[in-house]
């Protein structure tokens, strides 16, 4: 069995989108490339395919690029085992053989460079429209409407060149995403928001004058504008575009950055609806879709500091003086405190350096003494004051069950305030 033959029965076998078997069979050239393309696939094992890592990656590949061909290769491979196209093969040898690739770095676009990319594109509009000349990105009021088709909906590239013109269901305001589009092959329709409406309405206009069919394609610039002379809008076209914005505004802006800034900005909104922001960018795992999401640390730390609020972890805090009487071992309200130092017992959460309350004070002295004693369930508190009777010939101090709860008797064990 051949790499090529292992590839070809396994395309035919699976229903792909042409970019996921042009990914398939990049992978399997990197084999034959190191193995030869007349090699038997049943004769690789695992240490062939560890040598091929360490080869590839010494040799420049980065560690993401060769978990991808990996991963695509572990699959053929366990299609051919599963289905008995190698029968001589037992075990997967591309199985658990990716390594830990660096973190990539934040997908996210910031709000300022997404305001400042539509002012400059609504500016190269407006200028086309008074002066009639060709803008820098042109015909801008297109280009515009799909900036902001990927910043509303969050899209994947393929599927917005292959929407059709019957696709936009203008009465119900949606945008049908057909199956065969897509990674999922499953359909779905995205809705058209109140933003995103004009620019719409305006592609849906200009098509129907310039005499498109129901099943053109509609974001075509070729059609809009005599500078291009294709059939259809591929994706070098759009990428040349954001390969422009990205030079005027100096920020790395891609189509699917969009779909990850949309993510996170979804999951900081108050309702947070993770199966909503799985809908909308057509998941089929709701892992893939939090793997699209950034951390939001502002948010994280809000949720801590509620907690700590919750659990009485701010009430009260020391705060030092650095002031006092250089010959003061007791401060105010009876804390004990180093030559020239001052401690009071503040209330965090109500700031304003006042001291606190008299009922704080006790219940903060009763917390610290109670921080001393030793874990009940450790050891029988009886046997320990009976030793430490016995140690330094005093009575063995003790809680009194009748007094209030918290309360420790025996100031030579408790801390002094």
């Known amino acids: 069995m051949t790499p090529e033959k292992l590839l070809r029965e396994y395309l035919v076998d699976h229903d792909l989108r042409p970019a996921s078997a042009k990914i398939y069979g990049a992978a399997m050239k990197k084999l034959e490339k190191n193995f030869g393309n007349a090699v038997d696939v049943e004769t690789i094992d695992r240490r062939d395919v560890l040598a091929l890592r360490n080869k590839l990656i010494e040799g420049g590949l980065s560690k993401r690029s060769w978990n991808t061909y990996s991963n695509h290769l572990r699959t053929m491979w366990g299609y051919g085992i599963e289905y008995g196209i190698l029968p001589n093969t037992d075990v997967n040898p591309f199985k658990k053989t990716t390594v830990i690739a660096p973190k990539r770095q934040s997908k996210i676009i910031a709000g300022e460079a997404i305001v400042r990319a539509r002012r400059w594109l609504r500016s190269l509009a407006d200028q086309e429209e008074s002066t009639g000349d060709r803008a820098r990105i042109t015909p801008a009021w297109f280009w515009l409407a799909t900036f902001e088709m990927f910043y509303y909906t969050g899209i994947r590239l393929n599927a917005l060149l292959c ?3 019957k696709d ?3 009465d119900r305001r949606l945008v049908l995403v057909r199956g065969e589009t897509e990674k999922t092959h499953r359909e779905f329709r995205i809705p058209i928001m109140d933003g995103l409406a004009p620019h719409i309405q305006r592609l849906v206009d200009e098509a129907g004058r310039a005499g498109f069919a129901a099943d053109d394609q509609l974001f075509n610039v070729n059609r809009f504008s005599r500078h291009y002379k294709r059939h259809e809008m591929n994706s070098d076209q759009v990428e040349a575009m954001y390969k422009k914005l990205i030079i005027r ?3 790395r802006m891609t189509p699917h950055r969009f779909r990850h800034t949309l993510a996170t900005d979804l999951m900081k909104q108050p309702e947070r609806n993770i199966h909503l922001t799985k809908n909308l960018l057509n998941h089929s795992n709701i892992a893939t879709t939090m793997s699209y999401i950034e951390a939001d640390y502002d948010h994280m730390r ?3 500091h509620e907690r700590s609020m919750q659990q009485g972890a701010l009430r009260l805090v020391r705060r030092v003086d650095e002031s006092s009487a250089p010959n003061s071992r007791t ?5 004990r405190t180093e030559p020239g130092r001052r401690i009071t017992i503040e209330q965090d959460h109500q ?4 001291s606190a309350p008299e009922h704080l004070l006790i219940e903060f002295r009763q917390s610290c003494a109670s ?3 030793p874990p009940e369930d450790l050891f029988q508190p009886s046997l320990l004051f009976s030793l430490m009777a016995s140690t330094t010939g005093s009575t063995p101090f003790a809680r009194s069950h009748s007094a209030d709860p918290g309360t420790v008797y025996n100031a030579r064990a408790s801390p002094k305030f």
Do not use: K, P
Not at 331 to 335: A, C, H, L, V
Not at 351 to 354: D, K
């Open 249 to 251: 505004l100096g920020v």
């Open 331 to 335: 401060g105010e309200s009876g804390t």
């Open 163 to 165: 929407i059709r013109l």
């Open 351 to 354: 700031g304003g350096g006042c």
């Open 302 to 304: 809000d949720v801590l």
């Open 168 to 170: 936009v269901d203008w």
């Open 371 to 373: 921080a001393l004693l």
